[in-house]
């Protein structure tokens, strides 16, 4: 089976994320408009509203509210702000309970969440893009929503060969399926339109040393992954069949007690959000 024969056979796709692709684009041109980016947000109004909620809540209010969104924007800055569309965006795709992964309402998205603060500091100590290393951090799962849609496809069977023979997950479901979840998400963000630099590091995270590109980011997500399950956020029944690889360690050479600190900052954040969450639903 191929990543297209999965989508095209699954009744009910994830909603699109259109907003973030084009709103990566004009973060990355510094010749950007800031109205563009205000127009972009605005034309869905109900990220309008859950944006202004965050941004007045007391984690980035500074003593005074906004009802406007271009003043909220210039308030937070605009990487700000997209992280914020993205933590919505990520809410809507992950917070609902995933059965056949044996994961409860909320738990992929903290996972999500978790990985794409890893992936973000990493990025901030290789000096990469930060937005872009997030933002594969964050999706790097949409291939296990689509394939716990598949009406044939079930989940149950890969965590019993993972157990049985003790391989990884995806050899489990290329064995099973002759593709993997992660190939089937590169396939649908790529549907979506997002860039290369965040696709292909997800079709090749659990195998990292084959990127074809974007190979240092496919490292970095796959030791992010590692990480977030070393803190304990990989919910779900294989949440024990995480290895890093060696291959990843020795090409981002990130010295493993920093990779610790990764751990203590993804945790502290997720703290945050979830503190910033709760308080922008009083506002």
Known sequence: MKAEDVLSQVEKLPPAPAVLPNLLNLLRDT????????????LDPSLTAQV?????????????????????????????????????????LFNHALRSLFMNEGEMWEYSLATSFVMEQMAKDLGMDTTTCYTSGLLHSIGKLVITAHPT??????????????????QAERELWGV???EV????????????????????????????????QACMLHL???????????????AWAIEASPYAMHHIGIPEERMQTFLVNAHEKLAQVKELLAKSEEV
Request: hydrophobic share 40%; aromatic share 10%; charged share 20%.
């Open 153 to 170: 496809m079930e989940y149950a069977k890969v965590f019993d060969v993972v157990e049985a023979r003790g391989i990884s997950i995806q």
């Open 185 to 216: 998400g590169a396939t649908l963000l790529r549907k979506w339109k997002f860039r290369e630099e965040i696709v292909t590091p997800i079709e090749f995270q659990g195998n990292p040393a084959m990127a074809p590109s974007f190979r240092k």
């Open 52 to 92: 202004l909620r965050l941004s007045n809540s007391v984690y980035y209010a500074m003593g005074t509210t906004s009802c406007d969104l271009e003043e909220a924007v210039a308030r937070i800055g605009f990487r700000e702000v997209y992280k914020l569309v993205a933590m919505v965006c990520g809410q809507q």
């Open 224 to 238: 992010s992954i590692w990480t977030v399950a070393s803190l304990g956020l990989n919910y779900g029944r294989d």
């Open 180 to 182: 993997t979840s992660s």
């Open 31 to 42: 010749n950007s408009d800031p109205g563009e980016i205000v127009g972009l947000i605005r």
